[in-house]
């Protein structure tokens, strides 16, 4: 039983991307679940470059963004 504090998580994944998930973790000797925690530690680890960190940046004053009413006007905005 998982304590209060645990928290589950699936994802669907193909035979062939399961295989090759078990597969990596057997070989690195770790448990599935730790290899997607280290996968996700690395990842958020990462440093970002200069226009990414300008770019959030810019997000989170508000700067840039755009506002849509409808996801149809976003699209013709993109040209989607």
């Given amino acids: 039983m998982m304590s209060v504090n645990t928290k589950r998580y699936t994802m669907d994944i193909t035979n062939k991307e399961h295989k090759r998930i078990s597969t990596t973790a057997s070989l690195l000797g770790l448990s599935m679940k730790d290899l997607f925690l280290l996968s996700v530690e690395e990842f958020t680890h990462k440093k970002l470059n200069k226009t990414t960190l300008k770019a959030f940046e810019d997000a989170d004053l508000g700067k840039g963004l755009h506002k ?4 149809q006007e976003m699209f013709d905005d993109l040209g989607i």
Wanted: hydrophobic share 50%; no cysteine.
């Fill in 68 to 71: 849509f009413n409808t996801l």
